[in-house]
Structures are given as C-alpha cells and as structure tokens.
C-alpha cells in the first residue's frame, strides 16, 4: 500500500464523489475539493460559517455544505466555481440536510423535526412535507430514486408515507405494526421495505411493500432488548439484523424465516474450520506489549513463540501450525474508561510499536466490557454493526460488548469464517466496494486487512498519525483514513 502525506481536515469526514474523480473536505470554513487520485488541490469554497456536514450530489458535480448552527445550507459547483447559492431557513432551523436523487433538490429537516423542506435548485421553489418522527433515522429514498418512504408519529400512534419524488405528493399512507417505530430500510431492488421496532418493544420487525401490504411481521421475541442493526444483503435476498442479546438472524426473502442465527459467544470452540487472527504487538525490543486477546496490562493466556500461519485460499482453512494457548484461563474484563482513555493518550505505550497476525488455536477467550448499568441509556452490549460484502458471500459483525473483536461468517455456509483479534476496540470495519476485501481500525498507526486469502497488519508510515475512520473510494482502489484533525489516503497497488 501506497500512502500520502496527512492533510488537515476538521469536521465531517472527506467524502468521495459518486463516480471517483474527486474528494471533498472541511477545514473551519473553508470546502476544499481536491483530485481523488492526486489530492491535488482543483477548488477552494469558502462557507458563511464552520461546515458541519458534506454531500455530493448524485452527478457528482455540485458540494451541499450544512452550517446548521446558522440554520443555512450553501451548495457549490465543482465544474462552475462562480455559481453558487444558499438556503435559510430562518427561525424554523436545520437538523440535516441531504440530496434527493435526481440531483436537483435539496431535502431539510427542520429543527424538533416539525416539517421537511424540499427546495429546488431549477426554480427555486419550495415544498413543505409533515415533519418527520426522526431527523437521521426512518426516512429513505428507493434505489430507483423515485420514492420516498418518511416515518411519522402523530396520537402515539406510527405511520409510514410514501412520496412520489416528481410531484412530492403522498403516493400511499398507512399504519404500521410498531408501538416505537426505530428505523426503515429499503430493499435493493425497491419492492419492499423494513421497518423495526425500538429495543425496548423487543425484536419485532415488519416488511411492507410500497402500497402498504404487509409481507410479514417477524418476531424473534419480546420481552427483551431488540434490534440494534439491520442490513439487506446486496440481492436483496436475505436480510440481517443484529439483536442486543449477543445474535445476528439471517432472514429469507421468499418465507422470511430465519435461514440463520450467528451467536456470540465469549467463548469460540468452532466450528473447526474457523481462523482466529490475533494480533500481537510488540515494541522496538521485540517484547510483546498486548495480544488480541488481551487488551494492554491484562495477563496473556497464549504464548507468542508459535510460528505464524498462512492459511490456505478457501476462507477458513487452517492449515500451517496453529499458536498454542494455554488454555482458557479467567474470564477477561476489559475497563471501558482505561480503554478510552488508552485511545485519546497519544503517547501510549502502542504508538512506537509494530503489529502482527497469529492464527490462535481453538478455543479462544474474547476480551468483555463489563455488564453495562441498567440505569443508562444506549448499553454497549449486542451485535451493533452488520455489513455484507460486496456480494454478499460474507457478513461482518462487531458485538458491542466484546469491542476488539470482529466476526467474518460465511453466507454460503452459514458458519463463522474467520475471527479477527484486536489489541484495541474497533473504530470503524468495512467492506470494500469491490472485493471481499475487509479494512479494519482501531484508533492506532495501523490499518488490519482481511480477505478470504487471509489477514494483514500494515504500518501507516505518518509519525503521531492514528486511524479512527475509514472512507473507500467507489472503486475500491483508495480509501480515506481520517484522524483527530488530519487525513491521508492510502492506495492499493
């Protein structure tokens, strides 16, 4: 890998343009737009305010910046650096902004979510929908952009409204089976979408098609905490959700029963195909600081003196000699205040070190945050993130309560792949756009690579520069690593 020199960037995070010819950042108040495969520097933009927010249009030639403090949106033109405009919408505010997708609209929400303003850059008109119930969650376009599917509560009671996007009047209106409804999601080819159901009302979901049939109305159970992530594959053919007791379910599109239910165990003993990739970390005098088992200043239960494993190029696969453990051991608590502040310290003991991949032996221990309090909201516990890959062949899921773990499973046979160890909690997992190429960070000066080949360490070669987010380049020949107040990019030979 190939990277650049950092930038300086403050706010939202760069964002690629939809066809890969450029980049946009934020640093105070000025929009840099810079050439994606050069970061040459093609525009300078500067806003009324600090940028808070960015967003390409579909055609990719034209920037919306929200300054939300000043409830104003400025749009930009990335080929016409002299036409510019800008949106107030006054007493009434602004809590998001976003594009519609024919590119000729700009969609806001109103402050306390009191109305929807469809603004067109044509004409310059305006058009006010009923507010929305949320101002991020519950309101999505269809694939085909010629829908809108917005969320609404009015006499505690919830509702889904589908607009049409030429004239923005109702297409269809109707109730739906939630007592809170959380969040919405479109099916990829646009038949159907999912709605579910707040954690506190159980695991409920419901799939409605576009007039308001229901397909099904799923219950996994209720009285516990429910769902906490959902994701359609990219077929469109099964749908993910990930639950607050430590699962993901798997449903089918033709029964939506479930085709699989990935558990999360603290303890994995298979199945025996499974690769667990620990990562080790050791400084300058080769003396191991942290495993991925263990976080920095917990006893390690296995020995670094095995060799190392290349396993084999069908995901699974362990051949080669395995590290030895020494066995289970203790439960391993991990301390989420010395984890934070293990991430902020940017002299910690694992900023000088160097990083590497053992293959562990089964069983292996992960690494737990204590039982969260009840009394708090938002408990760091379950499956908080699912992505699919590009083609749906695999699922990546991160548990909440076990932080520096990420979960490969494998949807052709519905078992778990590969397990990836980390040193630290994860920051940010995704899939390249592309391949089955899966880039992990963990907030340090390194980025973890996984492919059904196997897993890599890389060392980012940027002194002090430590990794939180990740961005891929729509072709999946880049992506944009962001850091405290900086960003570089690094490219895939």
């Not at 104003?72 to 505010?93: K, L, N, R, Y």
């Not at 939630?178 to 080819?189: C, Y």
């Not at 077929?235 to 033709?254: I, K, R």
Request: aromatic share 8%; charged share 20%; hydrophobic share 40%.
């Amino acid at each position: 890998m190939d990277f650049t020199d950092r930038l300086a960037y403050s706010g939202p995070q760069p964002a690629f343009s939809p066809d890969g010819r450029l980049l946009a950042s934020a640093d105070g108040y000025r929009l840099v737009v810079r050439a994606a495969d050069s970061l040459a520097v093609v525009a300078l933009c500067s806003c009324l305010d600090r940028i808070e927010s960015i967003a390409w249009s579909p055609d990719s030639d034209h920037l919306l910046c929200g300054l939300f403090r000043r409830a104003t949106v400025q749009v930009f033109c990335a080929s016409d650096p002299d036409w510019a405009c800008s949106i107030a919408e006054g007493p009434a505010g602004i809590t998001a902004a976003r594009w519609t997708p024919d590119g000729q609209h700009i969609l806001l929400t109103a402050d306390f979510n009191v109305r929807l303003s469809v603004w067109s850059l044509v004409d310059q008109s305006c058009v006010y929908l009923r507010g929305p119930k949320h101002a991020q969650a519950g309101l999505a376009f269809s694939p085909d952009g010629r829908l809108l599917a917005v969320a609404h509560r009015s006499d505690c009671k919830d509702s889904l409204a589908i607009y049409d996007c030429a004239t923005w009047q109702p297409r269809a209106q109707f109730p739906t089976a939630t007592a809170d409804l959380a969040d919405l999601a479109w099916s990829p080819d646009g038949s159907c979408l999912a709605v579910w159901e707040s954690a506190l009302h159980g695991h409920q979901l419901a799939v409605y098609t576009p007039e308001g049939e229901c397909l099904v109305a799923y219950s996994g159970y209720q009285d516990l905490l429910g769902i906490k992530a959902v994701a359609w594959s990219p077929s469109g053919q099964l749908l993910a959700m990930g639950d607050y007791e430590q699962g993901a379910t798997v449903l089918n599109h033709v029964t939506w029963s479930p085709l699989a239910q990935f558990v999360h165990p603290p303890v994995v003993r298979g199945p025996p195909t499974v690769v667990a990739y620990g990562e080790v970390v050791e400084d300058l005098a080769h003396r191991v600081v942290a495993e991925g088992t263990h976080p920095p200043g917990l006893s390690r239960l296995g020995s670094r003196n095995g060799p190392r494993s290349r396993p084999s190029s069908r995901a699974g696969s362990r051949q080669g000699s395995p590290v030895k453990g020494t066995g289970l051991g203790s439960p391993v608590k991990l301390d989420p205040a010395q984890l934070e502040l293990d991430l902020l310290d940017e002299g910690s003991e694992l900023a000088a070190t160097k990083s590497r991949y053992l293959v562990a032996e089964l069983p292996v221990r992960l690494p737990m945050v204590p039982r969260p309090p009840t009394d708090k909201p938002n408990p760091k516990l379950g499956v908080g993130s699912v992505a699919w890959s590009h083609d749906g062949a695999y699922i990546a899921t991160r548990c909440d309560s076990m932080p520096t773990a990420v979960w490969v499973w494998e949807t052709s046979r519905l078992e778990l792949a590969s397990l990836l160890l980390q040193a630290r909690p994860v920051r940010s997992a995704q899939w390249c756009p592309a391949s089955n190429r899966l880039v992990v960070s963990t907030g340090d000066s390194k980025l973890y690579l996984w492919t059904p080949e196997g897993a890599s360490c890389v060392h980012i070669p940027l002194p002090g520069f430590r990794a939180a987010g990740l961005t891929w380049h729509p072709g999946g020949e880049s992506l944009v690593l962001t850091a405290r107040d900086a960003f570089c990019c690094a490219f895939f030979g």
